[in-house]
């Protein structure tokens, strides 16, 4: 364990000692609850001082939980106090790991209250900071603006309401979709995708734009015929499936864009360190084989890649934590030159951007008040405060209100999407296994209702329509051979998860004995079982749709946990050209200000296809990143 005294340590020692019981030296643990799961704290103390505190195992999301048990613990140390400040965003966690330093502590013998001493606070004052470029947002889509506009040589300031970086994107599934013929060509599918590609080229145009496309696809698509792959796949037919998969709200010509730089921005990405899983695969709700899966658990990869860069370039970034924009600063002429933020203290922070400003504060989905205002259309029943959400705290729609007050058009605000398999809890995604298509989704009655690859809007109302609006997903040792090593997308294994009796996991040796734990009719779930598997075979036709197809479900153990849709994406937002500048109702352009990422809503239409939203950020961000370095 770290050593981290200081003066402050030393002088709380002396005095603690003046009058405190003195605690048993040495080393002790304590196991106390954390936001998922049971998490352990180790103490090592002296008679009168805490010498190290460690968190020894936790389950808390990846990359959050690195913020804090870094964090909490030093300054537990350090003060010598448990009244330390929480990470802003990561409160639930942080607050386990002081209860976990109690009760540890109440096992080395410390009086009630010894360390809840009172720390001592400067009084803030406000400032004013000027850099080239102000982001504001420390998610995916400000974090690759930061890193293109420092590659341009611009000194930037990044605005983070939050304790730590990430936003939405960190607690992401990782996925990043683009045509790749190296991993696509020859991929393990036992099912052809090439009617997917006929449909869409046999339906009517709806304008010119939409023709072009389908001609220059319609081209690829019989030079394809003529050779042995497995996968179809370009740039243009991407672009086309988003639209189409979006049910033609997003914009063709923004996506066409968007796709062109796609395979551009994964070799940019893997250029920082950042690495994805050899082989491709179709995620659930992506529609399609283009998948490309990190390595490290939920969107941490990224976040590695991103900070290990930005870290190299200290003199050119600067970021500005616990710290909340509030609105933005124009001039005479209507330009935005910066931004108006309050400290977590207080304290008023005024930051100018001299070439420009960027807004990547992501979209609203965890915004109750915003869902229901915004949710006019008739797809969701009911988007209140009784739907869980994906999101994390931090991210409320704050830079929709704050463009939208400086003039921007807000677009497809109705476009909300719900994630069909969350934890019924607490909408987490970091419990999920890693089983991708080896899997089927079952209802309280042990029947299959829905294709597993589809949109994951049309899933979600199924799952809705189910008894109690909940369905199990189900898999087996096909997919999960060992589950001491079979690991969800936290990067737990689902032993652990069986063991602690987390998110509802289940485990039976007989798919008999799964259905009576989950109180299911046996010979239901054995016919749903023999029908999927006859489907993987190709034996018969799927009736609920499905395309793609991996593994028969055969072999025991069998596996379920529950799942229930939760509110997790928002497609609508600001309207912005390819060059990422916020328009006006009248198409005009709001100089000096850029906006990246979940903030827009020209991509993805009424339902986005799953794992395009990190291309999205990737691709835009980058885009804002260097036109605000140029002022452009």
């Keep these: 364990?770290?050593?981290?005294?200081?003066?402050?340590?030393?002088?709380?020692?002396?005095?603690?000692?003046?009058?405190?019981?003195?605690?048993?030296?040495?080393?002790?643990?304590?196991?106390?609850?954390?936001?998922?799961?049971?998490?352990?704290?180790?103490?090592?103390v002296t008679e009168d001082a805490i010498t190290d505190v460690e968190v020894l195992s936790n389950v808390e999301t990846p990359g959050l939980r690195d913020w804090v048990v870094e964090a909490i613990p030093a300054a537990v140390v350090e003060n010598q106090s448990l009244s330390v400040d929480v990470v802003t965003g990561v409160s639930i966690s942080s607050r386990a790991i002081l209860s976990g330093?109690?009760?540890?502590?109440?096992?080395?013998?410390?009086?009630?209250?010894?360390?809840?001493?009172?720390?001592?606070?400067?009084?803030?004052?406000?400032?004013?900071?000027?850099?080239?470029?102000?982001?504001?947002?420390?998610?995916?889509?400000?974090?690759?603006?930061?890193?293109?506009?420092?590659?341009?040589?611009?000194?930037?300031?990044?605005?983070?309401k939050t304790g730590f970086f990430g936003g939405n994107s960190i607690v992401s599934g990782g996925i990043f979709n683009c045509p790749d013929p190296d991993l696509q060509d020859y991929a393990d599918i036992t099912s052809s995708l090439d009617p997917l590609v006929e449909e869409a080229l046999a339906e009517e145009p709806v304008d010119e734009l939409h023709k072009q496309v389908q001609d220059t696809v319609r081209a690829q698509f019989e030079e394809y015929k003529k050779t042995d792959k497995h996968v179809f796949d370009s740039p243009e037919w991407f672009a086309l499936q988003t639209w189409n998969g979006g049910d033609k709200v997003g914009m063709l010509d923004h996506l066409l864009f968007y796709a062109?730089?796609?395979?551009?921005?994964?070799?940019?990405?893997?250029?920082?360190?950042?690495?994805?899983?050899?082989?491709?695969?179709?995620?659930?709700?992506?529609?399609?084989?283009?998948?490309?899966?990190?390595?490290?658990?939920?969107?941490?990869?990224?976040?590695?890649?991103?900070q290990d860069?930005?870290?190299?370039?200290?003199?050119?970034f600067t970021a500005k934590m616990d710290t909340t924009a509030e609105s933005l600063i124009t001039d005479e002429n209507g330009r935005v030159i910066g931004v108006n933020c309050t400290a977590k203290d207080?304290?008023?922070?005024?930051?100018?951007?001299?070439?420009?400003?960027?807004?990547?504060?992501?979209?609203?989905?965890?915004?109750?008040?915003?869902?229901?205002?915004?949710?006019?259309?008739?797809?969701?029943?009911?988007?209140?405060?009784?739907?869980?959400?994906?999101?994390?705290?931090?991210?409320?729609?704050?830079?929709?209100?704050?463009?939208?007050?400086?003039?921007?058009?807000?677009?497809?605000m109705d476009q909300i999407q719900l994630l069909p398999y969350a934890n019924p809890w607490t909408g987490a995604t970091s419990d999920i296994t890693l089983t991708y298509s080896a899997s089927c989704y079952i209802n309280k009655n042990g029947e299959r209702f829905v294709r597993e690859d589809g949109r994951r809007d049309e899933m979600s109302l199924a799952i809705i329509a189910q008894p109690d609006g909940l369905m199990y997903q189900l898999f087996s040792a096909d997919a999960?051979?060992?589950?001491?090593?079979?690991?969800?997308?936290g990067d737990k294994t689902v032993a652990y998860y069986l063991d602690n009796h987390l998110a509802g996991y289940v485990q039976a040796?007989?798919?008999?004995?799964?259905?009576?734990?989950?109180?299911?009719?046996?010979?239901?779930?054995?016919?749903?079982?023999?029908?999927?598997?006859?489907?993987?075979?190709?034996?018969?036709?799927?009736?609920?749709?499905?395309?793609?197809?991996?593994?028969?479900?055969?072999?025991?153990?069998?596996?379920?946990?529950?799942?229930?849709?939760?509110?997790?994406?928002?497609?609508?937002?600001?309207n912005i050209d390819v060059d990422t500048h916020p328009l006006r109702e009248d198409g005009s352009i709001i100089e000096g200000l850029y906006c990246a990422g979940e903030?827009?809503?020209?991509?993805?239409g009424a339902n986005r296809l799953g794992g395009n939203a990190i291309v999205d950020f990737c691709v835009f961000g980058r885009i804002a990143g260097a036109n605000a370095a140029a002022g452009k």
């Design 1 to 44: 364990m770290k050593k981290l005294l200081s003066l402050a340590l030393a002088l709380a020692m002396l005095t603690l000692a003046a009058g405190a019981l003195a605690m048993t030296p040495g080393t002790y643990e304590a196991t106390v609850p954390g936001m998922h799961g049971p998490m352990t704290v180790g103490i090592t």
């Design 101 to 160: 330093v109690r009760e540890a502590l109440k096992l080395a013998g410390a009086e009630d209250g010894q360390f809840d001493v009172e720390i001592a606070k400067e009084v803030p004052t406000d400032e004013e900071l000027t850099a080239d470029v102000v982001i504001v947002g420390g998610g995916g889509a400000g974090l690759a603006a930061a890193l293109s506009a420092t590659e341009a040589g611009a000194n930037v300031l990044l605005i983070e």
């Design 260 to 306: 062109e730089r796609a395979y551009p921005t994964l070799e940019w990405l893997e250029s920082m360190g950042m690495e994805f899983a050899p082989k491709i695969n179709s995620a659930s709700g992506s529609l399609y084989m283009r998948t490309h899966t990190a390595v490290m658990p939920n969107g941490t990869g990224y976040f590695k890649a991103f």
């Design 309 to 316: 860069t930005l870290a190299t370039r200290q003199d050119l």
């Design 346 to 412: 207080g304290h008023k922070v005024t930051a100018y951007g001299k070439n420009g400003v960027i807004l990547a504060t992501g979209g609203f989905a965890g915004n109750v008040e915003m869902r229901v205002k915004y949710c006019t259309s008739e797809k969701w029943p009911d988007l209140s405060a009784k739907v869980i959400t994906t999101n994390m705290p931090g991210v409320t729609g704050d830079g929709l209100r704050m463009a939208q007050e400086v003039g921007a058009q807000l677009i497809n």
């Design 480 to 489: 999960v051979p060992d589950p001491a090593t079979g690991k969800t997308l």
């Design 509 to 574: 040796d007989t798919l008999e004995g799964l259905a009576e734990t989950l109180g299911m009719d046996p010979a239901v779930l054995q016919k749903t079982v023999d029908d999927f598997n006859s489907y993987v075979r190709g034996e018969a036709t799927d009736p609920c749709g499905r395309i793609t197809w991996t593994k028969e479900l055969k072999t025991a153990p069998w596996y379920a946990y529950p799942r229930k849709p939760a509110a997790h994406h928002t497609m609508g937002g600001v």
């Design 599 to 604: 903030i827009t809503g020209n991509f993805h």
